[in-house]
């Protein structure tokens, strides 16, 4: 049954009753022949696994609490108040042009020779033995000497310490640095001291 609406030049036809619902008469049985519908809660497997993958995502985003950040915490140095400046200086000694010998370096075969282990000297120092080991291999072969001693057996004298080469070598090297630490100290003081 159709209704006619009435128009002076265009005549439109609204179906009425059971053809206005498509799937009205469809029994239980026929409605796994029809394609599926997204009002059903159907949706395309690749849609549906990513729809799955993020739902946790969702729900701790739902449950997140929100969090005050902490505010900056202004200096309460009173104005005109001078800020201390101290002078700080890296120095290397490069043998060959590219293996460099400074503080740090200097401070491992100090270790090395105290623990008389590289092992235990790279662990104390952050520092994976391999990279240790190679590294005093090459300083060795640019300085041309040879800086440690390796003594098996047990007992304080066992284990690796520097060679009395090395303790020389590490000494003078000490030397150099306080002579230096001492002449960047003066001209520090003789140049900020009329700041």
Same mark, same amino acid.
């Given at each position: !049954?159709t209704?006619?609406?009435?128009?002076?030049? /265009?005549? !439109?036809?609204?179906?009425?009753? +059971?053809?206005?619902? +498509?799937?009205?008469?469809? /029994?239980?049985?026929?409605?796994?022949m029809? =394609?599926? *519908?997204?009002?059903?809660?159907?949706? =395309?497997?690749?849609? $549906?696994?990513c729809?799955?993958?993020?739902a946790?995502?969702?729900?701790?985003? *739902?449950?997140?609490?929100p969090? @005050? @950040? =902490? /505010?900056?915490?202004?200096?309460?140095?009173?104005?005109?108040a001078? #800020?201390?400046?101290? =002078?700080?200086?890296?120095?290397?000694?490069v043998?060959?042009?590219?293996?460099?010998?400074?503080?740090?370096?200097? %401070?491992?075969?100090?270790?090395?020779?105290e623990?008389?282990?590289?092992? %235990?000297?790279?662990?104390?120092?952050? !520092?994976?033995?391999?990279?240790?080991?190679?590294?005093?291999?090459?300083? &060795? $072969?640019?300085?041309? !000497?040879?800086?440690?001693?390796?003594?098996?057996?047990?007992? +304080?004298?066992?284990? /690796?310490?520097?060679?009395?080469?090395? %303790?020389?070598?590490?000494?003078?090297?000490? $030397?150099?640095?306080?002579?230096v630490d001492?002449?960047v100290s003066? &001209?520090?003081?003789?140049?900020?001291? #009329? $700041?």
């Open positions: !049954m209704r006619r609406t009435p128009g002076p030049s /265009t005549r !439109m036809v609204v179906p009425q009753g +059971p053809a206005a619902r +498509p799937n009205a008469g469809i /029994t239980a049985d026929m409605r796994g029809l =394609p599926p *519908s997204r009002k059903d809660g159907w949706m =395309p497997q690749s849609r $549906r696994a729809h799955e993958k993020h946790p995502m969702r729900q701790a985003q *739902s449950m997140r609490v969090v @005050r @950040r =902490p /505010t900056a915490v202004r200096s309460r140095r009173p104005p005109g001078r #800020t201390e400046v101290v =002078p700080s200086l890296r120095l290397w000694v043998y060959g042009g590219r293996i460099k010998f400074g503080h740090g370096r200097a %401070e491992l075969l100090r270790l090395i020779h623990l008389g282990s590289i092992r %235990e000297a790279a662990s104390q120092a952050g !520092m994976s033995y391999r990279n240790l080991w190679g590294y005093l291999q090459e300083l &060795e $072969r640019a300085s041309g !000497m040879q800086l440690l001693l390796r003594q098996r057996g047990r007992g +304080p004298t066992a284990g /690796t310490r520097l060679s009395p080469d090395g %303790e020389a070598f590490l000494a003078r090297y000490w $030397r150099f640095r306080q002579a001492r002449a003066r &001209e520090f003081a003789r140049v900020y001291a #009329t $700041r």
